[in-house]
């Protein structure tokens, strides 16, 4: 039996597609508006503004829903443009001292 890593599931940046990110968001905020629809339909009869206080969270929470798994799908990409970038600027700084070093013994 393997053991699994306790690390979040992070996208590698090979695989990582738009449509993918979409699709994933998109499909959490319809989840959970379709479990927010039947407690609100629920509601609106006997409880109109209670109703409605529901519907405004339930947009609420769609809007953060869809933020935390974009987030969280990006999260990856971000982690491996950061990786990328520090690469660059350690090959930039030891360029840089290298003809630093070559014009020293220049003079």
């Known amino acids: 039996m393997s053991a699994k890593s306790s690390e979040p599931k992070q996208f ?12 994933y968001a998109l499909g959490a905020g319809t989840l959970t508006l379709a479990v927010m629809i ?3 339909v629920a509601l609106a009869r006997p409880y109109p503004i209670a109703a409605l206080c529901v ?8 809007v953060a829903v869809i933020a935390l798994v974009s987030r ?4 990856g990409i971000q982690h491996e443009i950061d990786r990328r970038r520090a690469e ?3 090959e930039h700084s030891r360029a840089d001292a290298s003809v630093n070093r070559r014009e020293e013994k220049q003079n």
């Open 12 to 23: 590698s940046p090979e695989k990582f597609s738009i449509a993918k990110l979409v699709f």
């Open 88 to 90: 660059l600027a350690t």
């Open 55 to 62: 519907a405004i969270m339930a947009i609420v929470l769609m």
């Open 72 to 75: 969280k799908m990006t999260a």
């Open 38 to 40: 039947p407690i609100i």
